[in-house]
């Protein structure tokens, strides 16, 4: 897994160019588990700190670990 640190800013601008499509996959591995998720509402918010922000429901309890 890439660390922040590990993405500089113009990867990170140049990665978010290519987002071609609306539906997005989301993942995480923290202390809730490991967890997976389609979304359509994600967008960059700065490239220092590398930062997307995702949209989800947090009426669905399986988005706990996120």
Not at 23 to 36: A, I, L, S
Not at 47 to 59: K, Q, S
């Amino acid at each position: 897994m890439l660390k922040i640190n590990d993405i500089g800013p113009q990867h990170y601008r140049d990665a978010m160019a290519h987002f071609a499509g609306h539906v997005h996959v989301v993942t995480t591995d923290g202390p809730g588990g490991k967890r997976g998720a389609t979304v359509i509402a994600a967008c960059s918010v700065s490239d220092t700190p590398p930062t997307v922000l995702v949209c989800l429901n947090r009426e669905n309890p399986k988005n706990e670990a996120f």
